[in-house]
C-alpha cells in the first residue's frame, strides 16, 4: 500500500488532517511566547478551517480516482462531519470562544458545507457518466469486433 492508497481512505485523511491543524495550531501558540500574535483566536480558528478546505480538496480529488467502493461517499460525508466537529470542538477549546461569537467563521464553514456538497455531487456525477460511457463503448466495441469475425472475450 502506497502513502496515496492510504490517504484515499476517507477517515484516515480526516483524521490526518485535524493532527496536522492540531500540531500547527499548538506549535503556533507554543511561538506566540517568543513572538506574540496579534490575536490567538483568529489564528487556532484560521487553522482548523483551513484543514478543513484542504480535506475538502484532497478528498474530492481522490473521489475522482477511486475505484468504485461501496460506501465509500458515504465514509467521505462521515469523515467530513467528524472532522469539522472535531475541528470546531477543538478551536473552542484552544480560543473559550464557541461558534456562535466567531460570526465570520460560522459563514465560512457554511460556504465549505454546501461546497464540499456540490463538489462530491459533481465528483459522483462525473464518476457515473464516465463509467457508463466505458461500459457502452466496451459493449460497441465487443459488438464491432464480433461482426467482423474477431472474437472479444
Not at 465514509?75 to 470562544?97: D, E, N, P, R
Request: glycine fraction near 8%; include cysteine; proline fraction near 3%.
Amino acid at each position: 500500500m502506497t502513502a496515496i492508497d492510504f490517504f484515499k481512505k476517507p477517515p484516515l485523511l480526516a483524521a490526518v488532517t485535524f493532527l496536522t491543524g492540531l500540531l500547527i495550531v499548538v506549535l503556533g501558540l507554543i511561538a506566540s511566547y517568543f513572538s506574540p500574535l496579534p490575536d490567538h483566536t483568529v489564528f487556532v480558528w484560521g487553522i482548523f478551517v483551513a484543514m478543513i478546505l484542504i480535506y475538502i480538496i484532497f478528498n474530492t480529488v481522490f473521489s475522482f480516482v477511486v475505484q468504485s467502493t461501496p460506501g465509500y461517499w458515504a465514509a467521505s460525508i462521515y469523515s467530513f462531519l467528524g472532522l469539522g466537529v472535531a475541528c470546531i470542538l477543538a478551536s473552542w477549546a484552544f480560543t473559550g470562544l464557541s461558534i456562535y461569537e466567531m460570526n465570520g467563521f460560522r459563514s465560512v464553514l457554511s460556504i465549505l458545507g454546501i461546497g464540499y456538497t456540490v463538489f462530491l455531487g459533481i465528483g459522483f456525477s462525473i464518476k457515473r457518466i464516465t463509467d457508463l460511457t466505458m461500459r457502452r463503448d466496451s459493449e460497441k466495441l465487443k459488438r464491432d469486433s464480433d461482426e467482423i469475425g474477431h472474437n472479444l472475450q
